[in-house]
T-cell receptor, first 113, second 113 residues
Framework: QKEVEQDPGPLSVPEGAIVSLNCTYSNSAFQYFMWYRQYSRKGPELLMYTYSSGNKEDGRFTAQVDKSSKYISLFIRDSQPSDSATYLCAMIPSGAGSYQLTFGKGTKLSVIP | GAGVSQSPSNKVTEKGKDVELRCDPISGHTALYWYRQRLGQGLEFLIYFQGNSAPDKSGLPSDRFSAERTGESVSTLTIQRTQQEDSAVYLC???????????FGPGTRLLVL
């Protein structure tokens, strides 16, 4: 079992839809959780960063962490064609190795106008 | 301000040749990371620098891979005797002191023929 599992998609939704992207993980040492957005032929761009269970909202984006279930989600409201990209979840453990990001494979999202 | 920059943006080389990839981190960022992203795969951690020392080289795939960093500035990743399986996007990221969030450059796309 990989440490971080993420459905690669592709996921295609109409403009204005609510998008739900998810990752599960197996390492209970993971304490910091991030979502990156990667446009084609670009480097990943940090979108959201959380370190506690619960929800964190930033504009149209909400990151949710459930440490008891080892499950994280990113919700995108009122999706726009400009949201079309690959979304990568990433995690960092506390303690030893607390600098090393472990990534999911990424979910490719297309928002259709 | 200026982000992480990488050069070259694209590199095509013949099998068996050596290549050198360059990363310029954000000014003031003390930590620097190299990752590899193969087509359809997540990011693989290669090496981590804190200042100019590399406490974790565990991700380097073979002894053909090496990296160095000058102070808290430029880093170079060298791949000797390139193989076709080395074809990937090589991403560099940097982190400000006492933070976990990593800021990525645009990557170098390496193709080994």
């Amino acid at each position: 079992q990989k440490e971080v599992e993420q459905d690669p998609g592709p996921l295609s939704v109409p403009e204005g839809a609510i998008v739900s992207l998810n990752c599960t993980y197996s390492n209970s040492a993971f304490q910091y959780f991030m979502w990156y957005r990667q446009y084609s032929r670009k480097g990943p761009e940090l979108l959201m960063y959380t370190y506690s269970s619960g929800n964190k909202e930033d504009g149209r984006f909400t990151a949710q962490v459930d440490k008891s279930s080892k499950y994280i989600s990113l919700f995108i409201r009122d999706s726009q064609p400009s949201d079309s990209a690959t979304y990568l979840c990433a995690m960092i453990p506390s303690g030893a190795g607390s600098y090393q990001l472990t990534f999911g494979k990424g979910t490719k999202l297309s928002v259709i106008p | 301000g200026a982000g992480v920059s990488q050069s070259p943006s694209n590199k095509v080389t013949e099998k068996g040749k050596d290549v050198e990839l360059r990363c310029d981190p954000i000014s003031g960022h003390t930590a620097l990371y190299w990752y590899r992203q193969r087509l359809g795969q997540g990011l693989e951690f290669l090496i981590y620098f804190q200042g100019n020392s590399a406490p974790d080289k565990s991700g380097l795939p073979s002894d053909r891979f090496s990296a160095e960093r000058t102070g808290e500035s430029v880093s170079t990743l060298t791949i000797q005797r390139t193989q076709q399986e080395d074809s990937a996007v090589y991403l560099c990221a940097s982190t400000p002191p006492l933070q976990e969030t990593q800021y990525f450059g645009p990557g170098t796309r390496l193709l080994v023929l």
